[in-house]
């Protein structure tokens, strides 16, 4: 059985039967960078995934910022901090507009994927209703003419 710690770069493996000390710089490397970039990346999908309300408010707070006139960032009190990361504020609005249009074309898509399929599904059972036997089609006007949701079919 082996026990790893991590320490100033290194993994140190411990074998508890051999007595062996050993270190593994490559392996460290790579548990390190692996748990950085997963650690960033779910950061970043989760910040993506925030819902439309607050990534529209914070794309207009930060196109008026860049965008607006110049007396809403001196009233603020921002006018310096605006014009010193104007690129900052300016690639957080790209950033958030896409994640908006994205969200939003999303949206759309799953809409009309369900107006599409719904579509389908009536025009499959509207021609399942044609090619009904007339057995099948005698047993349907019992339930129009009767106003029922059952009935019992008797041979």
Known sequence: MAKRWTSAGAVWKKSVLAGEVGWCPNECSRMVEKHMDTTWVSNVLAWIKQPIPYLLSFSFVLGLLIFGPGWIARDLGVNQVVSQYRWALGIGFIITFIAIMAALLSLTGRYITDYVSNRLWLRRKAKR??????????????FLENNTRSCTLNN
């Open 129 to 142: 209703m044609h090619d009904l036997t007339p057995q099948e089609r005698q047993i349907l006007k019992s």
